[in-house]
Structures are given as structure tokens and as C-alpha cells.
């Protein structure tokens, strides 16, 4: 709203709160849009317009509006279940395939998809790895799965079994400052959240496995620039809609991804 200050006009600011008897307008996700006494001009005006349409600015990220990312899923099948010292060997192996610069880095197109990766949040059991752009993740989540029975194979890491989802869907950001290194950028919403149900659709009877949910599925079609080497489509199998752990029916598909990478890398 513009207000007139002598010769400078000014705009009310609004922030995100929950909404309130005296709540006017439309929300989204519960949030709600209240006046705050803060004015601003219209060059601070422009400049914020500006920052929010960039999404990775942190602007857009402190701000109440949404994004879209993709969220790769790596369970540990039965990580209770082993030693705890071999819990330790897995976790660390993990890591040693993530930053193993002979697979990653100057490589085509993992390492594109790698440069992608964008957090990794470790989640006791496993990883979750955050993505801005939906073939990027599913390459990676199939070149990450390739890796790692690879690396079982010639005994480099002891036998484990593991379970991946992808999904993708929208998101809210903020400051988690619970670190040592002084924080990071963490994520709820529907995006992380469903992510994790996609995960349990798949079923514990399953491992060593890649599935994706339909979203993410529809938002790599919609992509028509793809480079041939991520046209992942035509290495899924639907597997129909599966109930996740609260009973909601999901559709999701199989990656093949022991033919998909395995025809570009050994």
C-alpha cells in the first residue's frame, strides 16, 4: 500500500503470522498476510521485488513464499540392526562415495548433478540431499545407488542394503543456526515431508532400489531441454499406486538404474 510522506511515497510492508479473528484475505499453508509498521520506499521496494523472483537469494529464502526442490531419500535398510561399529563404517562410506572426486568431478554428466546437490542432511539411518532441479537428483540418486553396490561388489564396503526415493515438491526455508559452523539452511514443507512417505510407499520388503514419485516424474518430462544422458523416463517402471505409512496412495516408479548407469560407466 502506497502512503504519501512530502515528496516521498511510501509502502507498508507485510509479514507472515498466523491468522487472527480480525484475519482479512486468503492464506496459504496456514500463513497469513498482517500489516506491519514498517514503510518503506519504492527504490527498497524494487530491489526486494527483485531478490524474491531470484529463488536461491536470501531474500527469497528469509521470505513466506515457497520454492520447489527435490529431495533424494537414502534409508540404510535395518541400520539398527548392525554393529554399531559397522553403522560407523557405512555412514562414513557414504560420505567417501559423496566426495570422491574421481566419480564426481569434470565427469558428465555426474558431475553436473553433484554440483547440484545443494544440502545433505544426515538423518541417523541415512541421508536426505537436496536438490534444485529434479533430473539432477534422479541422476545422481541412480549414480549414488550404482556406486554403492560397486563398491560392495569389489569389497571395498562391507555388504549393507539401502532403499532411495525422490521427490519433489514445495518447500520453506530458514536459518538453522545449531552447528558449530555457525548454521546452515534447512527446509519443511510438503517437498521433505512427502519425500519421506514416498520412502516408506516403497516398502521395507524392497532394497537396493531407486523410486520416484509422480511429481517429480511430471517435472522431468516438463523439462525438454534434458540432455539425452538424463532422459531417465524410458528406464522406469510404473509400480502403480502404493499406500505410504499413513495409508495415502502414491504412484511411483522403479528406476532400472543398474541399466541406465551401468551402460554409461563400466
Known sequence: EGATDGWLRLYQMYEAMPPT?????????????????MFIPQHVLDRLNKELQDPDSDIRRLSSWPVEKTFVYLDVSDFSKHPVGHQLIIINKILAILNDTTWWDGQEPSGRARVNLEASLCIGDGYIFVFGDAANAVYFAAFFAHLTERSIATELLIEFHFRISVHTGPVYRFWDKGDASGGRWNYIGKGITEGERVLSAIGKDKDDIVFISAETRRRIQSNINLNSRFNVVEYLQNRGRQADKHGVLRRVYEVNHTAWIGSQVD
Do not use: I, V
Open 21 to 37: 479473528p480480525a484475519s482479512s484475505g486468503t492464506g496459504t499453508d496456514g500463513l497469513w498476510p498482517q500489516k506491519m509498521g
